[in-house]
Each structure stands twice: as structure tokens, then as C-alpha cells.
């Protein structure tokens, strides 16, 4: 059971935009639509962003979108913030009722 | 509001057992799967185990796979998950996480700030 694997780090200025790419495989990200994005920072309870794919959570500005092709999910942040620095993680199921996170990705916000 | 708050969390030997607990409130807790979720010192999240509504399906991490046990108690809206040989490299904070639906395979949605397990001698 590798983890998925997302890029390490990724940065942007304030108002830009960035994507984190969430790659895996036919038997995880490409074959299932429960594919979902948290935003964490270590020793807190992460917060869910986007679920199957492309559906906000509730609350979370429509700055952030999912989307899917193939085997890699990304994530699009526009309209950078300052507060939106943190750690990022994709989540996929992977049949016989497991899940599968990414390696995570460092978002600085220059 | 929902809320999850682990328990059990401990310093332990490599090889002996540990029960982490986590008690739910603030939802109709037979409604939803459960999971566990852990992240080691300066690691990432590492899914652990899923458990469903009606405990009839299970699933684990190949990491954990024989040694650790998920459970649920409906009637008292808890989750739990029996560690058993402990090994240094489970040394890690374990978050329970409530899905958003029955089923093992759905999101993730609201998670307990977690409950620190250390395997050292």
C-alpha cells in the first residue's frame, strides 16, 4: 500500500493561484469518485476541503476546487491568502475498505 | 456540534498492547463508519483502520494488519482500536474520524484532535 504521491512543496504570492497534483493508480484515485483534500497542521485535527472529487465542504470558500483525471486528482487554490499556508492531504479509497492518504504537500504563501 | 475525543494514549514497550478509545457525541453515531488515522514525529497521515456502521466491514492498513483490532460500540457511542506487539514505528498521534456516511469507503469528514501512543523501551 503505497501512499499517493503528491509533490513535497508548492508556493505562491498572495492573489496567485496553485495546484497540487494527487497521483495514484486504477485501483485507488482512478477508480473511485472518494477522492478528498484536507488542510492540516500537525497536532491539530485536519479539516476536510473538498469530497468526491470536486464538492466543498461546508464553509470553505469556492477559492478552492477539486477535480480528477485519470489517476491524478488536483487541487486549485486561487486567489492566494496568507492564511491558507499549511499542509495539504489527498485521500482516496482503495477498495476492500481501505484508504489511502498522500504523502502531504508544504503550501508556503510567499 | 460533533465531537471525538481519544483516550488511552501511552508510553509502551515494543511488543505489548495498548487500547486507544474514542467517545463520539453531537450525531447519531450508528449512522456513520469510523476511522482511525495516525501520524508519526515529522511523517505524514497514515490511514489505520475503517470500521462500518454496523461493524459488519473492516479494513486495515498493511501496516497494522493482524496486530491491530478496530471495534465499535453503538450503544455507547464509542470507537476503539486494540493494539496488540507494539512496534517502535507505530509511535504516532492517532485521530479518530467520523465519516460522512455508513460506509468505509466515504469521506472522512469531522476528526478528534488525537491521543498519543510512544513504543519505546
Known amino acids: 500500500q503505497s501512499a499517493l504521491t503528491q509533490p513535497r512543496s508548492v508556493s505562491g504570492s498572495p492573489g496567485q493561484s496553485v495546484t497540487i497534483s494527487c497521483t495514484g493508480t486504477?485501483?485507488?484515485?482512478?477508480?473511485?469518485?472518494?477522492v478528498s483534500w484536507y488542510q492540516h497542521h500537525p497536532g491539530k485535527a485536519p479539516k476536510l476541503i473538498i469530497y468526491?472529487?470536486?464538492k466543498r465542504s461546508s464553509g470553505v470558500p469556492d477559492r478552492f476546487s477539486g477535480s480528477k483525471s485519470g489517476n491524478t486528482a488536483s487541487l486549485t487554490i486561487s486567489g492566494l491568502q496568507a492564511e491558507d499556508e499549511d499542509d495539504y492531504y489527498c485521500?482516496?479509497?482503495?477498495?476492500?475498505?481501505?484508504?489511502?492518504f498522500g504523502g502531504g504537500t508544504k503550501l508556503t504563501v510567499l | 456540534e460533533v465531537l471525538l475525543t481519544e483516550s488511552g494514549g501511552d508510553l509502551v514497550q515494543p511488543g505489548r498492547s495498548l487500547r486507544l478509545s474514542c467517545a463520539a457525541s453531537?450525531?447519531?453515531?450508528?449512522?456513520?463508519?469510523m476511522h482511525w488515522v495516525r501520524q508519526a514525529p515529522g511523517k505524514g497521515l497514515e490511514w489505520v483502520s475503517g470500521?462500518?456502521?454496523?461493524?459488519?466491514?473492516?479494513g486495515y492498513a498493511d501496516s497494522v494488519k493482524g496486530r491491530f483490532t478496530i471495534s465499535r460500540d453503538n450503544a455507547k457511542n464509542s470507537l476503539y482500536l486494540q493494539m496488540n506487539s507494539l512496534r517502535p514505528e507505530d509511535t504516532a498521534l492517532y485521530h479518530c474520524a467520523k465519516s460522512m456516511g455508513e460506509r468505509v469507503e466515504q469521506t472522512l469528514h469531522y476528526w478528534g484532535q488525537g491521543t498519543l501512543v510512544t513504543v519505546s523501551s
Open positions: 453531537g450525531f447519531t453515531f450508528d449512522d456513520y463508519a
Open positions: 486504477s485501483r485507488d484515485v482512478g477508480g473511485y469518485n472518494y
Open positions: 470500521i462500518s456502521w454496523d461493524s459488519g466491514r473492516v
Open positions: 485521500c482516496s479509497y482503495a477498495g476492500t475498505y481501505t484508504l489511502r
Open positions: 468526491e472529487m470536486t
